[in-house]
């Protein structure tokens, strides 16, 4: 069988040994070198391209049903649990608790959800929104399993290593958020970032309002594609009597859009944390599809004082 191997950056250290061992069963086996954000970025184009019976996507869980062979190794990680009983201290002033961590702990959830209830807590977990597959996981673009629950818990705990999967979940909920760092051995509440990214999307709203040409961002990943979303914002933002263009990519290279310079700002459609966490790598604004809706609503609004002054 002809194999494509596809690795997150994490995993990409261990692409060979995998590749060996299949051989050694018979299989043709070649390796994906690009990039990948997730299960909603497979390597479909390099499939097609070299003809593979099947890829093989590890490290994530499957994110939605494609229209080809795909088998998903799912990669978990034994964390060290000891950490949670320092994380007592920071919850003494909280009953209910929400417990959120990727696919790598998830595994691990109902041991920490043991260990919390064996500390008097009551414990929530959530479901997702339908992106990820398991109660308690969060994905950048599925934090349903925070938000679903928001309005239950008194406090959140995210068990795991980095910033980026708890950032998208605290954005969309409103209660204290306790991250749990096993790998860094580090416990902090996470909840002034709230306010920074709130700033950070008012500013970019009121730096678009002068703004006449708009460049629509549609990838042709798997699991970000949005086409339809891309083409109604086209149409809405037209029917300002202003300009847009759809621009189409696999990965967006900041580079290359940035000498795009008839456009003054930019929309994203793809995955909804490039207008929250990219914003920097571009000179012009980065707006997501709410935020395009906000500068429209205000520029209408400026337009209708002007008529009247």
């Known amino acids: 069988m002809r194999l494509l191997l596809q690795f997150p950056e994490g995993l990409k250290q261990q692409a060979l040994s995998y590749a060996k061992r299949l051989e050694k069963e018979g299989n043709e086996v070649f390796i994906s070198a690009s990039p990948t954000f997730g299960a909603c970025d497979l390597a479909l184009d390099e499939m097609r391209n070299i003809k593979a019976d099947k890829l093989i996507h590890f490290g994530h ?10 088998e998903y190794v799912e990669f978990f990680v034994d964390a060290p649990l000891e950490i949670l009983e320092r994380s007592l201290d920071h919850l003494r002033d909280y009953n209910t608790i929400g417990i959120v961590t990727t ?12 260990f919390f209830e064996s500390k008097g807590k009551r ?3 959530g479901k997702p929104y339908g ?41 969309a909920t409103t209660k204290p958020f306790l991250v749990v760092d096993p790998f860094n051995s580090t416990i902090e509440f996470i909840d002034r970032y709230r306010d920074t990214y709130k700033k950070r999307s008012r500013g970019k709203i009121l730096a678009s309002l002068d703004a006449r040409k708009f460049g629509i961002l549609l990838t042709t990943k798997n699991g970000q594609h ?25 990965t967006f290279d900041f580079m290359s859009l ?4 008839e456009f003054d700002a930019f929309v994203n459609t793809a995955c909804p944390r490039i ?10 604004p980065l707006l997501g599809a709410n935020e395009l809706m906000e500068v429209l609503r205000m520029k209408k609004e400026l337009s209708e004082m002007r008529a009247k002054s």
């Open 131 to 171: 992106f990820a597959k398991k109660e308690g996981q969060i994905l950048g673009c599925d934090i349903g399993s925070a938000a679903t629950v928001d309005r239950n818990v008194d406090a959140f705990v995210y068990f795991g290593g980095g910033l980026f999967h708890p950032l998208g979940a605290l954005l």
């Open 258 to 261: 940035e000498n795009m310079r």
């Open 275 to 284: 207008s929250v966490d990219d914003v920097d790598r571009l000179s012009k």
């Open 103 to 114: 696919i790598q702990h998830i595994h691990q959830l109902d041991r920490i959800k043991v």
């Open 123 to 125: 414990v929530v977990v």
């Open 226 to 250: 949005n086409e339809g979303l891309a083409r109604i914002i086209k149409q809405r933002i037209e029917r300002e009597g202003l300009s847009a263009g759809i621009l189409t990519a696999n």
């Open 61 to 70: 869980a499957e994110f939605q049903h494609v229209d080809a062979n795909v």
